[in-house]
């Protein structure tokens, strides 16, 4: 009998952990609500109160409470970000950040990536608050800080010594990268003209290939065609995050060169 | 010795046409089966996957429905954006004075030049590298000769064009622009401006809900 009682005992023990990991998997906010403590709720509500958001009336219960049924959301997602950020959250999931979440796959992580990345940061998943600290809404560290979480390649490592990086850093702290900044999301979320508003573009494969497209949409509001398409046709300058001038002459300008000279030759 | 004979007459049976079918058939189901309960879709792929498509090859249906070939529509589910500037699009060969030339490429057909799962030389691309020379051959020779002497697998793979959009690498572009300084008088990125409603930060409006299991 006892040892009948005892298998029982065991039995129950294990459909109950079996419930308790299929409650807490469909329904998170429980775990993650008895995971804050007052104090860091308090930490949590200064941040907010001197974010853009507490300025433009997004409270709390903007992200953390369902519109309709008004029930506690512990964990806001991409969807909640998506009700005022629609073009952010669009362009996201287009780029490899994002791709995996819309194909219904579990999110990204840095140890699915095939470039060099950071071994701390290998099982962080991809969402919108890896990259932007949801309760600061902080876009100065979006930039760059939060890119070099993860990225170890020697492009993104070259940055922080890049003449880019040293113009950045002479802006000092801002709420956000202004006009004149070079970050890493300058280049590789640009900023597009859309109307009477600005958006950033978060597909982050946007602007990489062919490198054409990045010397139209970024390189050339700063810098002239001829040493936008000489540097990033150099690997090894681009490997460098553009630290000197480039030393190659791509023959496309010679050619061009050559073209002139032909048709003001025949006109004179 | 009558020992061996009988050995090999079991291992002749073992690999006889009849067994040897119904095992690998089991075999195959097995096979299937477990890929199937593991949710193992990469046992299905044909080929190497390109990059970026990589990260999801697991999921078929983001490109394929049963057994249909993939379709502009599927590509443009993504791809629309980087297309919204294509200069060899639709308008261009719907247009008689160049529908001909789609004779040589089907370039209105996205996976005339992009097949996923088998080798691609670079941008997805699996034609040859000399796939521009199926129109553009008087470029390098003949005509034009604006390009002589240049090779014809070069257009691309060498970072001068871009098929879908070339507005930043035409003569007519690259004419306007040259001779410009190293950096532009005026460099200066769109000016993001936050508006806000509020002057000062209200209080939050959820404290205790945060709580819930403390309480």
Redesign the interface.
């Known amino acids: 009998m006892r040892d009948k009682d005892k298998r029982v005992n065991s039995y129950l023990a294990v459909i109950s952990l079996c419930l308790l990991m299929f409650f807490s998997s469909i329904f998170p906010d429980?775990a993650l609500?008895?995971n804050?403590?007052?104090a860091e709720?308090q930490k949590i509500?200064k941040q907010?109160?001197?974010s853009?958001h507490?300025?433009?009336?997004v409270?709390?219960?903007s992200c953390?409470?369902n519109e309709e049924t008004k029930a506690?959301v512990?964990k806001p997602t991409e969807e909640s970000c998506k009700s005022c950020h629609e073009n952010s959250v669009d362009?996201f999931l287009?780029g490899?950040h994002g791709?995996?979440t819309?194909?219904?796959?579990s999110p990204?992580t840095p140890a699915?990536a095939?470039l060099p990345m950071k071994d701390d940061s290998l099982n962080r998943q991809m969402n919108c608050n890896t990259c932007h600290d949801e309760h600061t809404a902080n876009t100065y560290q979006a930039s760059v800080d939060s890119c070099l979480t993860c990225h170890a390649d020697n492009h993104s490592l070259n940055y922080q010594s890049s003449p880019h990086a040293e113009v950045f850093r002479k802006i000092g702290t801002l709420?956000?990268p202004?006009?004149?900044?070079v970050t890493c999301a300058?280049c590789h979320l640009p900023?597009?003209?859309s109307g009477d508003t600005?958006l950033?573009n978060h597909?982050n494969?946007?602007t990489l290939?062919?490198?054409?497209?990045m010397?139209?949409e970024v390189c050339?509001?700063?810098?002239?065609?001829?040493?936008s398409y000489n540097s990033i046709?150099d690997d090894e300058l681009v490997e460098a995050n553009f630290a000197r001038?480039p030393t190659q002459k791509?023959q496309?300008?010679q050619?061009?060169?050559d073209?002139?000279k032909k048709r003001s030759g025949k006109g004179s | 010795m009558a020992r061996n004979v009988r050995r090999s007459f079991r291992l002749s049976t073992l690999f006889s046409s009849k067994f040897a079918i119904i095992l690998s058939m089991l075999i195959a189901v097995i096979w299937l089966g477990t890929a199937f309960a593991l949710d193992r879709h990469d046992i299905f792929l044909p080929g190497e996957t390109s990059n970026g498509h990589v990260l999801f090859e697991t999921s078929c249906k983001s490109c394929h429905e049963s057994f249909k070939p993939v379709s502009n529509d599927t590509c443009n589910r993504c791809h629309e954006p980087e297309m919204a500037k294509d200069i060899h699009g639709a308008k261009k060969f719907r247009d008689p004075r160049w529908a001909e030339l789609r004779e040589n490429i089907d370039v209105l057909t996205c996976t005339a030049c992009h097949r996923e799962h088998e080798h691609m030389f670079d941008r997805g691309v699996n034609l040859q590298p000399d796939l521009c020379m199926a129109c553009h051959q008087g470029v390098i020779e003949g005509d034009l000769a604006s390009h002589n002497s240049f090779k014809p697998d070069g257009c691309w793979t060498g970072g001068c064009h871009n098929f879908h959009d070339h507005r930043s690498i035409s003569t007519g572009f690259i004419r306007k622009n040259l001779d410009q300084p190293w950096i532009l008088p005026n460099p200066e990125l769109p000016n993001r401006v936050v508006e806000t409603i509020l002057e000062t930060a209200p209080d939050a409006d959820l404290n205790k809900e945060f709580l819930v299991e403390e309480g």
């Open positions: 429980l609500a008895a804050v403590s007052q709720l509500e907010w109160q001197t853009a507490a300025l433009a009336e409270n709390c219960s953390h409470q506690f512990a362009t287009l490899k791709i995996r819309l194909e219904g796959l990204l699915m095939h709420a956000r202004n006009s004149d900044s300058t900023r597009t003209v600005v950033v597909n494969t946007y290939k062919p490198r054409d497209r010397v139209k050339m509001n700063c810098h002239g065609v001829e040493h046709f001038p791509l496309t300008f050619l061009v060169r073209l002139e």
